[in-house]
């Protein structure tokens, strides 16, 4: 009921006040929800060309480094295939020319950062309307995944970081009540608080559940090795962190709930959500280009390529043709649930989690979480490569890890790198988790 009354009443009068035009967004995305396929081609394309002369006489860099790849004039630019000619934009492109990205046409930008993978720090900028836009996009995904706007939902997400101040506790306690959703800081979380964790979920009743993926599987773990009862959600939503099908089964299991991963990075926020019929990926085209490249940035379709996103709408830093770092597998075959938005079949990790071997050849990343979920010995695992020639592989084990189970490891490994890898193996009681309160599988620093 409060969803109904939330966003058709209260959110419209709050928006009067604050002049803010979300719901606008959203109806407009929600619509397109009934388009055709050529339909929203052709808006993708629309958009994609005012956007192409913006960024063209409003930002310096573009114009130049457009210039130097032999493109002087915009409108040459008529379909996707022409889109492919620009060239792509790297972090440290913008490290390097960051003011030459500002339109000048958008002075009060926000100004956004994420720590990045590598642990270096990147900036960049947002303006006004593209970050309601973004706002919208989100709330679509979640909503046919049922946690949309003012459902009542639970997030065991990241917190603030240092210590807020009363004023802030209050005010954040206001802004999630006004939302109908309750926070949950998973930096926080640890066995001996899990009970805690569990008690608030069993006392607030959440109709939807959203979460990092690991602190998530860590509690669905500790449910089920304890035989505790929890209360079950009507869905539970995954993101920030790549979702393996033997954490989906934990999850599930412990929760007797569905699961549904969604995909994003902070530079776009929602880039693709499970549908729940089917649970592919629906990439959200008509706020997004996305696109997938081999190491020649030659454009690849049915195969794990690196992600470009270009967004759509952010007119006050364009990003166009931006290489995340992330990688994915895209297929133009169309879902049977009905959603006209393209599919991504997998999300791949991120680049920098391919294992390198002396050879040239790679391991990718999502081997690791394969192999090792086979054993029961097994609680938490890490692999970081230092070195070409050598993986440090850190686990955290119980009583059922066996000097076999070890040596098993060392064989599979050893098939993938030909041989050619010395593995190092380091028995810890604690794995860190990123800054961002994350569990990266691999680690690739070569």
């Known amino acids: 009921m409060y969803s109904n009354i939330f966003r058709n009443f209260i959110m419209p009068a709050y928006e009067k006040i604050r002049c803010k035009n979300l719901l606008h967004f959203l109806d407009a995305y929600e619509s397109r929800l009934t388009w055709s396929k050529e339909q929203l081609q052709a808006y993708q394309l629309q958009q994609l060309k005012s956007l192409l002369h913006h960024a063209y006489n409003n930002t310096s860099y573009y114009k130049d480094a457009w210039a130097a790849a032999g493109i002087t004039d915009i409108d040459d630019i008529q379909s996707l295939a022409d889109f492919e000619k620009l060239p792509v934009v790297t972090k440290d492109d913008i490290r390097n020319h960051y003011q030459d990205f500002i339109s000048t046409k958008h002075a009060n930008n926000i100004k956004k950062s994420t720590g990045g993978s590598t642990g270096q720090p990147f900036h960049f900028e947002l303006d006004l309307e593209s970050n309601t836009r973004r706002e919208a996009v989100m709330w679509r995904g979640y909503g046919w995944l049922g946690a949309g706007l003012g459902q009542k939902t639970l997030y065991l997400w990241g917190a603030d970081l240092g210590q807020p ?15 109908n959703r309750k926070m949950l800081n998973s930096f926080e979380m640890n066995k001996q608080n899990m009970v805690d964790y569990i008690d608030s979920i069993n006392s607030y009743k959440p109709i939807a559940f959203v979460s990092y993926v690991n602190p998530l599987y860590e509690l669905a773990r500790y449910i089920i090795d304890h035989k505790i009862k929890v209360h079950q959600p009507k869905t539970m939503l995954t993101g920030a962190e790549p979702l393996h099908q033997f954490q989906r089964e934990v999850i599930e299991q ?14 776009f926020m929602l880039m693709s959500a499970e549908c729940r019929e089917h649970k592919s990926l629906h990439i959200n085209c008509d706020h997004l280009v996305v696109e997938t490249v081999n190491e020649e940035f030659d454009t690849v379709k049915n195969e794990s390529g690196d992600l470009l996103i270009t967004d759509l709408h952010n007119y006050g830093f364009p990003l166009i043709r931006y290489v995340n770092g992330d990688r994915a597998t895209l297929v133009e075959e169309p879902c049977p649930c009905g959603n006209p938005l393209p599919i991504m079949k997998s999300v791949d990790g991120r680049k920098l989690d391919i294992i390198k071997t002396p ?41 059922q890890f066996t000097e076999d189970d070890k040596q098993n490891i060392r064989e599979e490994i050893n098939k993938y790198s030909k041989m050619s890898l010395q593995l190092n193996f380091h028995f810890v009681d604690e794995i860190p988790l990123t800054a961002a309160g994350k569990h990266r599988v691999t680690i690739c620093e070569i």
Do not use: M, W
């Open 254 to 267: 412990a929760f007797n709930c569905s699961v549904y991963d969604t995909f994003g990075c902070r530079e």
């Open 359 to 399: 050879t040239g050849g790679s391991i990718p990343g999502e081997l690791f979480p394969h192999l090792f979920k086979e054993y029961k010995g097994i609680i938490k695992f890490q692999i970081k490569q230092t070195v070409i020639n050598a993986l440090d592989i850190f686990i955290i084990t119980n009583d």
């Open 165 to 179: 101040s009363r004023f802030k506790t209050i005010k954040n306690a206001l802004y999630h009540g006004f939302y």
